[in-house]
């Protein structure tokens, strides 16, 4: 009987180690798998279309195609979450891969051009929350924006001589009138980062 008993154990454990991974865990592989084929196919891996990428795999996938519904049965429930959690990490992954110093940092120089662009009338010029990699680069993105407001005039004046609301010269430009170019820098960044799509994820 015992013998019996062992015998059908170590069938039993053959089987279980033999197993394919479940539901949850095939919709999870699904899920990244899906989200880095757009990346490499739609996107060519470009990490200046990172936001409007994270903004598709929000909208199609996370919030889209992956929702669950109450006709779902449990396994359609657990793929579909698996493939949910999925695309979330590696939609994060491709964002830390892209949104490194370097590109925050040129992100920011660039907001702050367009702004003086639009403030002088040069428009064609242009030279410890756990938070994600997005919200991350949006904060030092504007850091450097408004840091580099300044610095931008002076080289829109070298470059163009022209800035209208100080009459060509640096020397007119007001604290009160940088500290209101550098409130925009936030706004700014918000609209070349989509942040209106992407602030809820």
């Known amino acids: 009987m015992k013998l ?12 279980f180690k033999g197993c394919d991974a479940g539901k949850y865990e095939d919709g999870r592989k699904a899920g990244k798998a899906e989200t880095r084929k757009i990346w490499t196919f739609s996107y060519d891996s470009d990490c ?4 409007e990428f994270s903004v598709e795999i929000k909208d199609d996938l ?9 006709n779902d049965n449990w396994a359609n429930q657990a793929f579909k979450r698996g493939q ?9 992954s491709i964002q ?17 051009e367009l702004i003086v662009a639009d403030f002088c009338g ?9 938070r994600g990699p997005v919200e991350m680069c949006r904060d030092a ?28 010269n640096i020397k007119k430009l007001t604290t009160a009138m940088l500290l209101d170019l550098q409130d925009e820098c936030k706004g700014q960044v918000d609209e070349m980062i989509l942040w209106s799509d992407l602030k809820h994820m």
């Not at 996370?62 to 109450?70: A, L, M, N, V, W």
């Open 62 to 70: 996370i919030d889209g195609d992956y929702r669950t519904s109450r």
């Open 4 to 15: 019996q008993t062992l015998l059908l154990l170590a069938v039993q454990l053959a089987a």
């Open 96 to 112: 830390k891969e892209c949104l490194d110093p370097g590109y925050c940092t040129e992100l920011g120089i660039t907001a702050a």
């Open 122 to 130: 040069t428009t064609s010029y242009l030279g410890t929350k756990n």
């Open 141 to 168: 993105s504007t850091a450097t924006c408004e840091g580099n407001i300044y610095s931008q005039i002076k080289e829109t004046l070298a470059d163009t001589m022209s800035c209208g609301p100080i009459s060509n």
């Open 84 to 92: 949910r959690d999925g695309a979330k990490a590696e939609l994060t």
């Open 48 to 51: 200046d279309s990172v936001f």
